[in-house]
Every structure is written in C-alpha cells, then in structure tokens.
C-alpha cells in the first residue's frame, strides 16, 4: 500500500485488490463505464458473475506478472489500475495495462502516477518484457500521455467500436522494457 498526492493535493491511497473487493469493483466499472465514451463497455454493461469475479480476483494476487491496484479515497474506489498478463508460456511475457479514473478525478495527474508506477512494477517483476493496450482514438489526452511514457503506435484497429450512432478506431499501443 501506499499513497499518491494529486495535483489539488488530495492524498490518494493505492493498495492491491482482494476477492473481498469484488463486489466494490463491479459497482465501481458500472459507474465509471456511463462517465466516458473511452472504455470498452458503457454504464451497468460490466457483467460479471460476484464469485467467478472473486476466483478471479485471487488467482490474479497469485500471479507474478499481473496486479490490479485499487485507488480510494474515504474508503470508495476512484481508480483502478491493471496489468493483466496470459499464464501461457509463448505469451505471458506481454501485460496488458488499463486504467480506469472517475471523472471528477481527471486532471490530477493520477493517471500519469499509475502509469509510472506499473511501468516500474513490470520492469521488476523478472517476467513482463512489453506492455500493451488499447485506446479510442478520440481519447488524445491519453494517448499523449502513454507517448510521453515512451509507448508507440503498434496499429489501428478501423471501426472497432460502435458509440452513440459512430464507428470508432482502436489505436494499439506497446513498450518494450
């Protein structure tokens, strides 16, 4: 566990997730998925069963090369922060990274804390050699950060996703540690 001071110096606390915040983190992407046209689901579209999500959530603390962060403030959820990475031998090198913060909390450099923190996270984990993810091609904000964070632009995926009556690209992005 440990703490992020934002820009507007609130202090965040960051710690892993257990099977006990299942429940918390479902609630959490339910919100957030109807605050932004940037995830890949929209509002109350996370379905998951509570206990496979809770199996999942265990396996993932057992697993060297995947973390999920949960950032709170007076004890609620305002962020998560994720590498997830394949067990499979030909590919469990590659972590997947996803970040999700609550719109009021945009702004405050906590996405750009989070990123550092997992880059140096997989840089130590002995296992993970690239991080990988996606991003709406409209979310400019993010992709400038991830530049920034030394990511390059590994592809696009044409019309990947379908909001609000337009077809969107997916831009594909990688560092190699």
Do not use: P
């Not at 957030?32 to 809770?54: A, H, M, P």
Request: glycine fraction near 6%.
């Amino acid at each position: 566990m440990f703490k992020i001071k934002l820009k507007n110096d609130l202090i965040v606390t960051v710690r892993e997730a257990s099977k006990d915040d299942a429940q918390s983190i479902i609630d959490f992407y339910n919100i957030v998925g109807g605050e932004t046209n940037f995830l890949s689901f929209g509002e109350n579209e996370f379905k998951r069963d509570l206990e496979e999500y809770k199996t999942s959530l265990t396996n993932s603390k057992e697993q060297l090369n995947t973390i999920i962060l949960l950032v709170t403030l007076n004890e609620q959820i305002i962020s998560i922060a994720s590498i997830h990475s394949s067990q499979a031998a030909r590919t469990k090198h590659v972590g997947t990274l996803g970040i999700v913060i609550k719109k009021e909390y945009w702004g405050l450099q906590l996405g750009n804390s989070l990123m550092e923190y997992l880059i140096d996270w997989s840089k130590q984990n002995t296992i993970t050699r690239k991080i990988q993810l996606t991003c709406n091609e409209d979310n400019t904000k993010a992709i400038r950060l991830y530049k920034k964070l030394g990511f390059e632009i590994e592809g696009i995926i044409k019309e990947d996703t379908f909001i609000d009556g337009r077809y969107y690209h997916t831009v594909l992005m990688g560092l190699f540690l």
